[in-house]
């Protein structure tokens, strides 16, 4: 009976197994004064989180997706309006820009999984409002070249940085590089509540006094309502895990590197795939996935052979959003972004989480090295 070890894709009860103590004081504490609702704790995590991001204010919402939404919608982005965003994202990027009314418009990513900023300049029109550079993966898209074009063009600038809590662009915090900076805390994210919840930073006071009221049916002090707005609420349980969570998060996120940088290591000499690109002064990732790219359509060969060994994997994303059922409407033929769609098949996420062990990686680059040598 040799059953394999395995490597799960993602733990969360390792995570959960330390910090079980702490949040269970902080949630006895929030139900037996039952402030479920915008208990204090949201403000208190709030406030840390825009220190986090080098950013003046900080507002909790219910998830990633509401987020973007509520963002578009405090720029005054709706019907008529064109908004690009990289066609390689996950759905909600596209989503929020749908639920205002107003028009995604796509362009390919560059071999860094990236939007590509060469593109920009082809299709943008008079009825391009702004910009959502996605930091797909961990890693920041070019915000100097996103930054500029739009400044240029005078568009607007919302970072989806739903993957990249703690990344940097030049030594700073994504988030704060827009008008509008957007995270998920979907659990699996790098700081992740049990639950949905998500956030938005901001340096700009009246953006934030509009996000403010949008998340609360409009209103900031009770029943009375300035705007149509949303029930897009931080639960205070789900802040307070955020709030002891975030505690940890750069320790967790340097952890990630250095798993990455052992996947480096170890996989740099296997022929047959392309390693994710490496931190510089201007990038550094914090690896929310680790995603190599596996060649000569050995990718699904590869997911089943490790999947054998007990090793999880994920595809992030199988079908670009231009050729999903939900966008058809816009009409995009196979073969319009090349990049994305080549990459949709080759790319495999190996396991990532920042208590993953140097055994652990030496589990998958061994499975995967020998899936190579098999295969020759
Ligand atoms: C997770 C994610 C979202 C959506 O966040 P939810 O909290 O699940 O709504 C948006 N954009 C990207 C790039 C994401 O990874």
């Given at each position: 009976?040799?059953?394999?070890?395995?490597?799960?894709?993602?733990?969360?009860?390792?995570?959960?197994?330390?910090?079980?103590?702490?949040?269970?004081?902080?949630f006895?504490?929030i139900?037996n004064?039952?402030?479920?609702?915008?208990?204090?704790?949201?403000?208190?995590?709030?406030?840390?989180?825009?220190?986090?991001?080098?950013?003046?204010y900080?507002?909790?919402?219910?998830?990633?997706?509401?987020?973007l939404?509520?963002?578009?919608?405090?720029?005054?982005?709706?019907?008529?309006?064109?908004?690009?965003?990289?066609?390689?994202?996950?759905?909600?990027?596209?989503?929020?820009?749908?639920?205002?009314?107003?028009?995604?418009?796509?362009?390919?990513?560059?071999?860094?999984?990236?939007?590509?900023?060469?593109?920009?300049?082809?299709?943008?029109?008079?009825?391009?409002?702004?910009?959502?550079?996605?930091?797909?993966?961990?890693?920041?898209?070019?915000?100097?070249?996103?930054?500029?074009?739009?400044?240029?063009?005078?568009?607007?600038?919302?970072?989806?940085?739903?993957?990249?809590?703690?990344?940097?662009?030049?030594?700073?915090?994504?988030?704060?590089?827009?008008?509008?900076?957007?995270?998920?805390?979907?659990?699996?994210?790098?700081?992740?509540?049990?639950?949905?919840?998500?956030?938005?930073?901001?340096?700009?006071?009246?953006?934030?006094?509009?996000?403010?009221?949008?998340?609360?049916?409009?209103?900031?002090?009770?029943?009375?309502?300035?705007?149509?707005?949303?029930?897009?609420?931080?639960?205070?349980?789900?802040?307070?895990?955020?709030?002891?969570?975030l505690?940890?998060?750069?320790?967790?996120?340097?952890?990630?590197?250095?798993?990455?940088?052992?996947?480096?290591?170890?996989?740099?000499?296997?022929?047959?795939?392309?390693?994710?690109?490496?931190?510089?002064?201007?990038?550094?990732?914090?690896?929310?996935?680790?995603?190599?790219?596996?060649?000569?359509?050995?990718?699904?060969?590869?997911?089943?052979?490790?999947?054998?060994?007990?090793?999880?994997?994920?595809i992030?994303?199988?079908?670009?959003?231009?050729?999903s059922?939900?966008?058809?409407?816009?009409?995009?033929?196979?073969?319009?972004?090349?990049n994305t769609?080549?990459?949709?098949?080759?790319?495999?996420?190996?396991?990532?989480?920042?208590?993953?062990?140097?055994?652990?990686?030496?589990?998958?680059?061994?499975?995967i090295?020998?899936?190579?040598?098999?295969?020759?």
């Amino acid at each position: 009976m040799n059953q394999p070890v395995g490597v799960p894709f993602l733990d969360l009860k390792a995570q959960y197994e330390p910090l079980k103590e702490q949040v269970q004081i902080a949630f006895n504490e929030i139900l037996n004064n039952t402030s479920y609702i915008m208990g204090r704790e949201v403000t208190m995590f709030e406030a840390d989180f825009a220190k986090f991001c080098h950013t003046k204010y900080a507002v909790g919402v219910a998830n990633g997706t509401d987020a973007l939404v509520l963002a578009l919608r405090a720029l005054g982005i709706g019907v008529n309006d064109e908004v690009i965003t990289a066609a390689n994202t996950f759905i909600a990027t596209c989503e929020a820009i749908s639920l205002v009314g107003a028009i995604p418009v796509l362009v390919d990513c560059d071999s860094n999984y990236n939007l590509d900023v060469n593109q920009l300049a082809s299709v943008i029109t008079d009825k391009t409002k702004a910009i959502i550079p996605v930091h797909l993966y961990g890693r920041p898209a070019n915000l100097a070249a996103v930054c500029a074009f739009a400044k240029q063009h005078q568009l607007f600038v919302i970072e989806d940085a739903s993957q990249a809590h703690g990344a940097t662009f030049k030594g700073q915090p994504v988030g704060g590089f827009g008008d509008i900076g957007c995270f998920s805390f979907y659990p699996g994210k790098n700081l992740g509540a049990y639950g949905d919840a998500g956030g938005i930073v901001t340096n700009n006071e009246h953006l934030y006094a509009t996000i403010c009221k949008l998340r609360n049916h409009g209103s900031i002090k009770k029943y009375h309502h300035d705007l149509i707005g949303y029930n897009s609420r931080l639960d205070t349980l789900q802040a307070a895990v955020l709030q002891i969570k975030l505690g940890h998060l750069k320790t967790w996120n340097a952890s990630r590197q250095s798993h990455a940088a052992l996947y480096q290591k170890l996989l740099c000499d296997v022929s047959g795939i392309i390693l994710p690109p490496q931190d510089d002064d201007t990038y550094n990732s914090v690896h929310h996935l680790f995603v190599i790219r596996v060649l000569n359509q050995q990718r699904d060969a590869l997911q089943e052979h490790l999947g054998k060994q007990g090793i999880g994997t994920g595809i992030h994303y199988p079908i670009p959003v231009h050729l999903s059922l939900a966008y058809r409407e816009l009409g995009f033929n196979k073969g319009t972004f090349s990049n994305t769609e080549n990459q949709a098949h080759e790319i495999l996420s190996l396991p990532m989480f920042a208590e993953l062990t140097q055994e652990q990686i030496h589990t998958v680059t061994d499975a995967i090295k020998l899936f190579f040598v098999g295969a020759k």
